[in-house]
């Protein structure tokens, strides 16, 4: 039987034409795909560098030679966020401890969380720590002082409260105290009918000041020491019988202990993208910090000039001229304070605010009072409280008790860094800075709605 021969299919132009239409377009989508691979890959590429390897190194600010980098910058923002979460929530805590008597803790829990939401402000308050800290490295550098690592090690342990050579029993040293008594000129400027029958005290802050603690500490009686009646008759007491309790067995802080404890808080930091070292980074600067803040102050005697003033704050200019021109036409100062001071603390008091010394008043209020001699009253003075009109009753150098002494040389100490930095014209803060501040770790918003919706429940 013969084959059936099929003739082969001519290809026609038409037929080829559209063969190479079709694998031209083909090239060109592979092109394209290729093309936007490539495309993504760069951009991706460009991406990961730009954030691990550009961003990280990108300088916010400079001190000299000394630069301060994106890298070193965020996690010291967002562990000084971390710890302020925790301090607010820890002043929450005591505020539910205490009820009424903890408003205090509140006020200081509710402004920790609104500095958090601002995190432009948490982040320049960071960097400004950062500058003064390159500073810091500088002056100890200048005076031979360093920071070992036994004592790095030693901080870091109280700072998790382990003491492992046992807990250290706090000392007091005595510091002589001269209380200032009234000198004929002071009693010359209120006069007899005018003496304040108290003076302001730490539950009776007047506006624009911060009371020190310069109380005596007394010791509670005990049970042995409550007076006994000669004539009491011994009471029948019923015998108790004895039930045996058991109580759970402390655990014993060993250096175990203290180093779980190291590990967790570690891998707590590590949540929030914070590397470890900024523990030891942050100590080692506070040792630092203290050790050259002792070098400053170390002339610095317990005592200091200060003025023994008085107040009448009013809210407007036009009021406190008011209150000085009948000052000038021989009104009483003590019924001017009365009627017109919105100082509640001390307007029933004369506005006396007693002795003070420098960095305790606002400034504005501080250089009026520190330029009058005794006897001179200010022009209206404004600050943030509204207007004032000083009075200075007396000024000389004072002695200070152990806690004003040491307020003293902090304010010493913040003095002589702030000259300091001034004094710099090395000191660059790049413009975009704020680009790079983390907002995180965020505040909890079980803790943001505790602390602006409160329960006074104490315990």
């Not at 795909?33 to 550009?54: K, N, Q």
């Not at 308050?125 to 200048?142: H, P």
């Not at 307007?347 to 520190?370: H, I, P, R, S, Y």
């Not at 010493?412 to 860094?417: E, G, M």
Request: charged share 20%; net charge negative.
């Amino acid at each position: 039987m013969a084959k059936n021969n099929v003739p082969p299919k001519q290809v026609t132009k038409k037929h080829v034409a559209k063969q190479e239409k079709e694998a031209k377009q083909t090239r060109l989508l592979l092109t394209g795909a290729i093309a936007v691979t490539v495309i993504v890959v760069v951009l991706l590429g460009y991406v990961l560098i730009d954030r691990y390897v550009i961003t990280p190194n990108k300088v916010i600010a400079s001190v000299g030679e000394k630069t301060i980098k994106v890298r070193e910058f965020e996690p010291m923002v967002k562990y000084t966020r971390l710890n302020m979460i925790n301090q607010a929530d820890n002043y929450y805590y005591y505020y539910q401890m205490f009820g009424s008597y903890g408003e205090s803790f509140l006020t200081s829990a509710q402004d920790l969380v609104l500095t958090l939401n601002n995190p432009t402000s948490v982040g320049e308050q960071v960097l400004n720590t950062m500058i003064e800290d390159i500073l810091i490295e500088e002056e100890a550098a200048k005076r031979g002082i360093t920071v070992t690592d036994e004592e790095l090690a030693q901080a870091m342990q109280e700072a998790f409260n382990f003491y492992p050579n046992g807990t250290p029993t706090p000392t007091i040293t005595p510091t002589p105290v001269n209380t200032p008594t009234m000198s004929l000129t002071e009693i010359a400027i209120i006069q007899p009918t005018d003496t304040p029958t108290s003076l302001p005290t730490a539950t009776n802050t007047p506006e624009g000041w911060e009371p020190t603690n310069t109380s005596t500490p007394t010791l509670a009686p005990t049970a042995t020491s409550q007076p006994v009646p000669t004539d009491a008759t011994p009471a029948l007491e019923a015998t108790a019988t004895s039930v045996p309790t058991i109580t759970p067995t402390p655990t014993v802080y060993t250096t175990q202990v203290f180093g779980n404890n190291l590990k967790d808080y570690q891998d707590n930091l590590k949540i929030y993208g914070i590397p470890t070292d900024v523990i030891e980074k942050s100590i080692r600067a506070q040792l630092l910090r203290d050790k050259v803040k002792e070098a400053i102050t170390a002339d610095l005697e317990p005592k200091q000039l200060q003025v023994h003033a008085r107040h009448i704050l009013v809210a407007t200019e036009s009021e406190a001229n008011t209150v000085l021109e009948l000052l000038k036409n021989g009104e009483d100062w003590n019924n001017l304070a009365a009627n017109y001071s919105t100082d509640t603390a001390t307007k029933n008091n004369g506005g006396d605010l007693g002795w003070f010394g420098k960095g305790q008043m606002v400034t504005e209020f501080e250089e009026a009072a520190f330029a009058l001699e005794p006897g001179q009253v200010s022009d209206p003075v404004k600050t943030e409280y509204g207007y004032h009109i000083i009075q200075c009753l007396a000024k000389g150098e004072n002695y200070l008790n152990a806690t004003d002494f040491e307020n003293y040389k902090t304010t010493t100490f913040i003095n002589w860094l702030q000259e300091l930095r001034n004094s710099r014209t090395d000191i660059v803060i790049e413009p975009d800075w704020t680009e790079y501040v983390p907002a995180t770790p965020a505040v909890p918003s079980s803790l943001q709605n505790a602390v602006f919706n409160p329960t006074t429940d104490s315990q």
